[in-house]
């Protein structure tokens, strides 16, 4: 079990502000005020931690115990990685374990055993007043300067002083309409590069959108992306056919390459396989079979019983004949030029940031600016879906709270 070092008794407790009461502030605030640091936390919203409480569709997937290789992106992916050797997923789930959370693991996928992200959300911030962390709902950051002797944190009605910045702002994503990120400008007015934002795990829209009543069918599939006739990835898993193109975990775990390719001008379209399971002449011979055993000619009536029913007319209004041939292309790649994304409002994170560059992976701190930090989706760093960004979120927190706490030791 994680265990926090007991609270110091020193003359002059040091003065840590985070910036942004999301999981990588709220945990960063934990571990810094563990450690005999005085820390103040800075949320714009009316109160911290509302994104936790909507992931795992309210469940909270915390963290993930499989191989974390290949899933995280960014223009360096190979940072995710090192901030994972310095604070792992077992250290996550003791950390949790530690603040009250007991975990279940569902095929590597970590949630809470309660399956209650407000439970989580509820012993956070138990910790945070347990450890006299305050938290100012409803003061945004409008600008930060570096200071002789630390940095000054402006909000719309107060300037904060600090001896040193944990800068935990997210992004944008799932926000609504009135609310917009201001992470990258305070980073970029500090001179930090920054990467240009993109939507990542979000639904796909594609051209020639008003399929023939699809829309509602879940089917188990593989999507590959293509930019071009580039194969760029692929993902298979229950695909969700809307109205305005195509949704769910395959979808979102590609969408951020799709994303970046498509803000770069480059065309993008994506392949549908419907029945992964049997190659190409494995189905073909699968049908023909079908054909000649239930003696049905009709394209419709041959897929019945294989198909949901509403996609049945997408896949055979080609093949007004039974050309199981045909018919078998079109299954195992249906193709879709992409049009764009549903946008950061509906998407889970986004992609971009502050340039991993500028940042130290063992303690997430600026190489520009001594005694700033910066966490979680404010970097240039985001993950497929299966807990993968709330452990990003978790490391860097961890890391940061543990290094500005430790720095303030040397003051």
């Known amino acids: 079990m994680y265990v926090f070092p007991p609270m110091r008794n020193k ?22 005020a563990g450690r005999g640091a005085s820390v103040t936390v800075l949320e714009r919203g009316k109160k911290p931690l509302l994104k936790l409480l909507r992931t795992g569709n309210g469940r909270c997937n915390l963290t993930n115990t499989g191989s974390d290789r290949s899933v995280y992106h960014g223009t360096d992916p190979s940072f995710a990685h090192e901030i994972l050797k310095n604070f792992s997923v077992q250290e996550t789930i003791s950390l949790f374990l530690g603040l009250g959370v007991y975990t279940t693991n569902h095929d590597g996928w970590v949630y809470p055993y309660s399956e209650q992200a407000e439970s989580v959300a509820k012993n956070m911030l138990l910790e945070c007043s347990r450890l006299h962390v305050k938290i100012k709902n409803n003061e945004p950051v409008t600008g930060i300067a570096e200071t002789a002797s630390g940095f000054d944190v402006s909000t719309e009605t107060w300037t904060y002083h600090a001896d040193r910045v944990i800068l935990s702002t997210g992004s944008s994503a799932s926000l609504s309409d009135s609310e917009d990120e201001n992470g990258p400008a305070l980073a970029a007015s500090l001179g930090l590069p920054c990467v240009k934002r993109t939507p990542a795990l979000v639904p796909l829209i594609t051209e020639n959108i008003k399929k023939p009543g699809w829309a509602g069918v879940r089917i188990f599939g593989k999507i590959s992306l293509y930019a071009g006739d580039l194969f760029i990835c692929s993902e298979e898993g229950q695909l969700q056919l809307t109205d305005y193109g195509i949704s769910g975990i395959p979808v979102f775990c590609i969408s951020g390459y799709a994303a970046k390719l498509m803000d770069a001008g480059q065309s993008c379209s994506v392949t549908i396989d419907f029945f992964p399971e049997m190659d190409a002449a494995a189905l073909h011979a699968f049908l023909d079979f079908r054909k000649e055993s239930l003696r049905r000619e009709e394209p419709d009536l041959l897929l019945t019983g294989l198909f949901p029913e509403k996609l049945i007319p997408v896949l055979t209004r080609k093949n007004t004949l039974t050309d199981t041939r045909a018919l078998t292309e079109t299954i195992k790649s249906f193709r879709l030029k992409l049009k764009g994304t549903l ?7 986004l992609g971009g940031g502050v340039s991993t560059d500028a940042v130290d992976p063992e303690t997430c701190e600026s190489r520009l600016h001594p005694g700033l930090f910066l966490t979680g989706e404010l970097l240039d760093i985001d993950a497929a879906c299966g807990g993968w960004n709330l452990q990003f979120a978790w490391s860097t927190g961890v890391l940061a709270g543990r290094a500005a706490a430790k720095e303030m030791d040397n003051v």
């Open 343 to 349: 946008g950061a409002r509906s998407a889970q994170v």
């Open 11 to 32: 003359m002059k407790n040091p003065d840590i502000l985070v910036v942004g009461g999301g999981a990588s502030g709220i945990i960063a605030a934990i571990t810094a």
